[in-house]
Structures are given as C-alpha cells and as structure tokens.
T-cell receptor
Framework: AQSVAQPEDQVNVAEGNPLTVKCTYS??????LFWYVQYPNRGLQFLLK??????LVKGSYGFEAEFNKSQTSFHLKKPSALVSDSALYFC???????????????FGTGTLLAVQP | NAGVMQNPRHLVRRRGQEARLRCSPM?????VYWYRQLPEEGLKFMVY????????ESGMPKERFSAEFPKEGPSILRIQQVVRGDSAAYFC???????????FGSGTRLTVV
C-alpha cells in the first residue's frame, strides 16, 4: 500500500533561518506527491505538488520541495522562515488501486512547524 | 468561484442523535472526498465519491456512517446514533479528474455531548 511518513511531530526554527520539514514515501510505481498546510481551525491549503519533471518544485508562499528518488524523500523547504509560517504541514501521496492510480490521497500524520521570533 | 463549502462549521449533538454534514464541491469538480481529523492522529481518509457512486469507502466505519453524492445537491456524510468518540473535525475536499490535488473545505467540527 502507498504511504508517506513524516518522522518529526514538531520542527522548531528561528525566524529568518532556513526550514526543512521531512517526508518520505513508499509507493509502487511513480509517485505523485503533495504538500498541504493547515492553519488553526482552518481547512488544508495546497502548497505544491510533484508529478514529473524537475526534482525541485516551487510552490506557494516561498516554499519549495525536493523530490529525491534514491532516498524516497520529498522534503519541504524554505530559505528564510517567517513567524506566519507556523502551522501544521501535511505530506500526501496519490494512492494506487488495483486498476491503477486513483484520485485518493493518503496523508502523513503532519508536522507542526513553530517559528520563533 | 466559491471554493468547497461545508456546513455547518460547528455541530453539537447529544449521544444517540444523528449528525448530517454537507459538502458542496468546487464548480467543475466531480470528485468528493471525506476525511476525519482527530487530535494527535492526523488526517484519516473515510470515503471517496463521484456523482451517484461510491468509489472507495475503505475508511468508513462499518456501522452508523454513510455517505452519498447525489446527482443534484451536496455530498452528505451521515452519522447515526453518534457517540463521544465521533467528536472530530470532518473535512471535505473536491478535485477534478486527474492528478491535480484537492481543494479542501473549512471543515465541520462535530462535538458529541
């Protein structure tokens, strides 16, 4: 079965420093990978996705993610963190059923990013 | 484009009552998904629907829970005879066909008292 793992429950970083939120995946076939962000008491917002092409994917709010096939990772990064980036971040992978890829996404457990001023 | 609309935002039910959660997908989106979020447990898939069809209900509890997406109107997640353990945030998302990812609604926070 397809899955993603977010090994860190929480990441703490000082404002202005680079941040990385880790995600590893396990899929059969080519992965379709996504990052979402959730602010308190809100729904999830799409940040970026990797389908194919360049391994470095740029997304919303200055975030980017690097697809690494050999390490089966899709880490989320930002060169300079802002206090307003503090939120819950979810990595997701498109599921694959018997008939092939489906539209269903499987989410990781989430990583809480705390950016200190 | 109004996005994915969920209502109500907050719902309080007494044990044993029924809860009905509604979700109107984005215009042009034919796929709807329901997820449940419990504290400390992340986002758990419940059901995936297209118009008049349940595509994948592998995450739905076997009893008391049902979902539909009729030809006309919103998708409905129905929980019968609610128990305290059903208290959670329920999120609906929609997508077009293809690997475009989801657009999420703001969720319905169900509290069972």
């Amino acid at each position: 079965a397809q899955s993603v793992a977010q090994p860190e429950d929480q990441v703490n970083v000082a404002e202005g420093n680079p941040l990385t939120v880790k995600c590893t995946y396990s899929v059969s076939g080519n992965p379709y990978l996504f990052w979402y962000v959730q602010y308190p008491n809100r729904g999830l917002q799409f940040l970026l996705k990797y389908i194919t092409g360049d391994n470095l994917v740029k997304g919303s709010y200055g975030f980017e993610a690097e697809f690494n096939k050999s390490q089966t990772s899709f880490h989320l990064k930002k060169p300079s963190a802002l206090v307003s980036d503090s939120a819950l971040y979810f990595c997701a992978v498109r599921d694959i059923a018997r008939g092939g890829a489906t539209n269903k996404l499987i989410f990781g457990t989430g990583t809480l990013l705390a950016v200190q001023p | 484009n109004a996005g994915v609309m969920q209502n109500p935002r907050h719902l309080v039910r007494r044990r044993g009552q029924e809860a009905r959660l509604r979700c109107s997908p984005m215009k042009g989106h034919s796929h709807v998904y329901w997820y449940r979020q419990l504290p400390e447990e992340g986002l758990k898939f419940m059901v995936y629907l297209q118009k008049e069809n349940i595509i994948d209900e592998s995450g739905m509890p076997k009893e008391r829970f049902s979902a539909e997406f009729p030809k006309e109107g919103p998708s409905i997640l129905r929980i019968q005879q609610v128990v305290r353990g059903d208290s959670a945030a329920y999120f609906c998302a929609s997508s077009p066909e293809g690997p475009y990812g989801y657009t999420f609604g703001s969720g319905t926070r169900l509290t069972v008292v």
